[in-house]
């Protein structure tokens, strides 16, 4: 029995024995790939250090060039301004009329003053305008209730009930129709006429001219501050424009709150030039 039990024990001494090499080996494995990953770290590590080394002296280098060399100097510049007049002889006419109507009944206070409006183009057709030269700039219906009987009457007000108010513009061509416009208005049964202004059909060709001449200005002030300064000009830098200015000449100012026709025909007078400005200012080099 002694030699089986003796040879028992000899094969567990033995599995332990490989027991205790397989974890010193794998100790030893374990230990080899740490230090091999920090070996490979270091090196990562060491490479970006140098890089961003090498970018830091870079950068420095680049400051320490433009410190040297300081700012690039600024080119001198010459602003001058210019303005440009163009005068044309207008060649359209406005008119600006409102019709007014009132009733105790909305439908009829509406319907009064439709029949008007009806009437002004009907006048106005007459005289070569069509419906087309006609725009409603504004239409209201409003209530005023009747004051008491014995308010007095310089407290009262001209109407009351449902007043219907129609404004109307009016386009006039050729302009010596200003005075007929008016008269076919107040026949028609207009309840006041505003007076007339002058206009422009092509206001945009007078600015494109006006602009020409204010660059002909600025240019020509730029050079006598060249001469009298000593200094040549160079190229042009800039050029900014600002707002188009019109003054429109207003004919005499008729104000008619009348319902009958005019007994004589009206005239207007004789229209002004329309004046139209423009404004530059122009940047130039100088050497």
Do not use: C, W
Not at 200 to 221: C, E, F, H, I, P
């Amino acid at each position: 029995m002694h030699p089986s039990y003796g040879g028992h024990v000899g094969e567990r001494g033995r599995s332990n024995h490989a027991d205790s090499f397989g974890d010193r080996a794998g100790t030893l494995i374990q230990g080899s790939l740490a230090q091999a990953r920090s070996v490979v770290r270091y090196r990562v590590m060491r490479k970006y250090a140098i890089a961003a080394l090498g970018l830091a002296l870079a950068t420095v280098s680049t400051a320490a060039a433009q410190t040297a060399s300081g700012p690039a100097p600024r080119e001198a510049t010459l602003t001058v301004t210019g303005d440009g007049t163009i005068e044309r002889a207008p060649d359209l006419a406005r008119l600006t009329v409102s019709i007014i109507t009132n009733d105790d009944n909305p439908g009829v206070s509406s319907s009064e003053n439709n029949e008007r409006y009806n009437a002004l183009k009907a006048k106005l057709a007459a005289i070569g305008i069509g419906a087309d030269e006609l725009h409603t700039y504004g239409y209201d219906v409003s209530f005023v209730p009747h004051p008491p009987r014995d308010l007095p009457p310089e407290q009262r007000q001209p109407r009351y009930g449902y007043i219907t108010n129609r404004i109307v513009g009016i386009t006039i061509v050729p302009i010596e129709n200003a005075g007929k416009a008016i008269d076919a208005a107040t026949a028609a049964g207009v309840t006041s006429v505003s007076g007339v202004s002058y206009d422009l059909k092509d206001r945009d060709s007078a600015y494109q001219a006006a602009l020409v001449a204010a660059m002909g200005n600025a240019r020509r002030t730029a050079a006598t501050l060249s001469s009298a300064g000593g200094f040549a000009l160079g190229s042009l830098q800039h050029v900014g424009t600002g707002e188009a200015q019109t003054v429109r000449p207003l004919g005499q100012q008729p104000m008619f709150r009348a319902m009958a026709a005019a007994p004589v025909p009206t005239d207007v007078g004789s229209a002004g030039p329309i004046t139209v400005t423009a404004h530059v200012t122009v940047i130039y080099l100088i050497r």
